[in-house]
């Protein structure tokens, strides 16, 4: 059995939530379930994501549809701050060439 993968059933029963929130959140794209010999796994890797959306559902009483928002503006602020330190990067060759030729 690889090490990497959590049953379902034992991960809501050790946090005390329902299976059927993990098969909501797999509906709606959010997480991923394997399937292996007929038993249902989450990949550890997805912990913090389905940790986040635990606490956004039965903490803050977010809805599935609230929940989804929030992930699609997350992605897309973490793909604008992929974008912002590329271009700081390029601005700084560009920053050092000027700072060349104006030492010239």
Do not use: W
């Amino acid at each position: 059995m690889q090490t990497d993968l959590i049953i379902v059933n034992e991960y809501c029963r050790i946090c005390h939530i329902e299976p059927s929130f993990i098969f909501r959140l797999e509906e709606g794209g959010l997480i991923e379930i394997r399937i292996i010999e007929g038993e249902k796994y989450l990949q550890a890797e997805q912990l913090h994501d389905i940790e986040r959306y635990t606490r956004m559902y039965y903490d803050l009483s977010i809805n599935f549809e609230g929940i989804d928002a929030i992930h699609h503006l997350l992605n897309r602020v973490k793909s604008m701050q992929q974008q912002i330190g590329h271009l700081k990067k390029r601005l700084r060759v560009y920053e050092a060439k000027d700072f060349e030729e104006n030492e010239l």
